[in-house]
């Protein structure tokens, strides 16, 4: 893709973990099972609540449903599992995000170019979106924000549980995203670490950056990326958008 086929651009979807945080996924997600399980452990021993729990997230990740919010989706999925009421399970995980969640904070670090990055869109009047898989709630996700130092911007949406439909790499998920925007694929540019999950927005008709500077896999080189690069290489890209984009 030429760079001036993005001087329409005025909205940028980026991914969060491996993106704009530096955090390996796999210790995070065990991590949060570890201690989420123990808010659980009078009603249901670990290693059942654990297969219950990414049984769960792994229908949630694969499903084309649409018809409810992931949210719903993975609450039923779970009350089936584990015979827990999907209100009593709010409770828990309630109780959860209040008194134990900070326990994973030490597995996210800031990658200090990030918030140079979201300034500069900011500053720029583009229109924001994190565009995390949203299968975890939006109190999970705003803590690895905090812990990110990428506190107090005002994103125009981030995607969770609660108020998505579908997970990556489903088109209809970075559909919504526009439809909820209101931007066309032509004035958007996706920006992921992980080209499983964060190219096919292709699909849709987003232009796509992948920063190969965190890669999450071999699975990185598999599929093809409008524009590939740095954290640097990004901010300079963000750069040419916004000094050279249509108003």
């Known amino acids: 893709m030429d760079l001036m086929e993005l001087s329409e651009v005025r909205g940028i979807l980026f991914d969060l973990d491996g993106t704009l945080l530096n955090v390996e996924m796999n210790a995070f997600v065990f991590g949060y099972v570890e201690s989420l399980s123990r808010s ?7 290693r059942d609540f654990a297969k219950a729990l990414l049984g769960s997230a792994f229908e949630m990740l ?5 018809s409810q919010t ?9 009350s089936r599992r584990l015979d827990i009421a999907p209100g ?7 109780g959860f995000y209040r008194d134990g969640l900070h326990e994973l904070a030490p597995l996210v670090r800031p990658f200090p170019i990030s918030r140079r990055i979201l300034r500069h869109c900011f ?5 924001v979106v994190i565009a995390t898989n949203p299968v975890f709630p939006r109190q999970v996700i705003d803590a690895r924000i905090n812990w990110g130092c990428l506190e107090g911007f005002p994103f125009h949406l981030v995607t969770s549980y609660e108020n998505s439909r579908f997970c990556k790499p489903h088109r209809q998920f970075f559909q919504d ?6 931007l066309r694929p032509e ?3 996706m920006v992921g670490n992980d080209a499983e999950f964060d190219l096919p927005a292709r699909q849709a008709g987003i232009p796509t950056f992948l920063l190969d500077t965190c890669p999450p896999g071999p699975k990185s080189q598999s599929r ?3 524009f590939r690069g740095s954290h640097q290489d990004l901010l300079q890209l963000l750069e040419h958008i916004t000094r050279n984009r249509i108003h």
Not at 40 to 46: A, E, I, M, Q
Not at 70 to 78: A, G, I, R, T
């Open 62 to 66: 694969h499903s084309d449903d649409g």
């Open 88 to 94: 009593l399970f709010k409770d828990r995980l309630e």
């Open 224 to 226: 093809h990326a409008d």
């Open 123 to 127: 500053d720029h009047d583009l229109i």
């Open 177 to 182: 995203i526009l439809d909820s925007q209101g």
């Open 40 to 46: 659980f452990t009078d009603l249901v021993n670990h």
């Open 70 to 78: 992931n949210e719903v989706f993975f609450l039923d999925k779970m």
């Open 187 to 189: 004035e958007s540019l």
